[in-house]
């Protein structure tokens, strides 16, 4: 199965490499992006994958990612995320901007190349940690963990697990897991500590008892989620975010 998956992969990066080198004289250069919806990857501590859903909002438009990696550093894993986009895509019409960890994503529609303003389903089981951000606009970010998810109270390495949550990097919350803990104890916890410290700017509701919803307007808003319980990453909880223009 690797090996059909590898084969698979090199003819598809044979076909973005051919498709790139014919269409750059046709494609239009992109525009200054405007207020794009970012995600920064932390370091890939142990092996495990990361994936992601890149949505255009004006019409609809969807790519699915996926990538699995062993241990590396973050800006390493920003360009294999990138690498990975241009493997998907042979065509051209996806495309990702990495500035060291970082990521932006930008779609050709009707020849114009616009700015990717939904980001959803994200899942990374490399022991980093994600980040999305947004400049000058409302954004809101969804955490969802499976209904049937049991925590174990360790991680990879057989040491003890956490979850960490911090919101436009002044408000964070770290919890340590316990064997046993559900996703909905501890998204419990996450919006009781948002309601007593969330402050002005900071709207929280629950769609399902698995499910929170954050909204987040600041100047910079960001959320950075991370979670080593090797008993909730098994059924691989997701985060999404979607900037409110």
Avoid: C
Avoid at 1 to 22: E, P
Avoid at 31 to 56: E, N, Q, R
Avoid at 90 to 112: D, K, N, Y
Avoid at 206 to 230: E, F, G, H, M, V
């Amino acid at each position: 199965m690797t090996t059909k998956v590898r084969t698979a992969s090199l003819l598809l990066a044979l076909l973005a490499a051919t498709g790139a080198a014919q269409a750059q004289f046709l494609l239009p250069p992109p525009p200054p992006p405007t207020a794009p919806l970012k995600l920064k990857v932390g370091d890939a501590t142990v092996f495990g994958g990361v994936g992601f859903t890149l949505m255009t909002t004006s019409n609809g438009d969807t790519l699915r990612v996926d990538l699995a990696l062993g241990p590396m550093m973050a800006s390493d894993k920003a360009i294999a995320l990138q690498k990975t986009i241009a493997v998907l895509d042979p065509w051209g019409t996806w495309r990702a901007v990495t500035s060291a960890a970082e990521l932006t994503f930008q779609h050709l529609i009707a020849g114009t190349w616009q700015t990717v303003d939904s980001i959803s389903n994200i899942t990374d089981t490399t022991g980093g940690g994600t980040v999305l951000e947004t400049a000058g606009a409302a954004v809101d970010f969804h955490i969802d963990i499976d209904p049937t998810a049991v925590a174990s109270g360790t991680n990879a390495m057989g040491n003890p697990s956490f979850l960490s949550v911090s919101l436009t990097d002044t408000l964070s919350w770290t919890y340590a897991v316990q064997p046993g803990d559900t996703a909905q104890s501890i998204l419990n916890l996450l919006q009781a500590f948002l309601a007593t410290q969330g402050g002005a700017g900071v709207t929280v509701s629950r769609p399902s008892l698995t499910t929170i919803s954050i909204k987040l307007q600041y100047n910079i808003s960001s959320l950075t989620w991370n979670l080593t319980d090797t008993g909730l990453l098994s059924l691989s909880p997701t985060v999404a975010g979607v900037v409110d223009r």
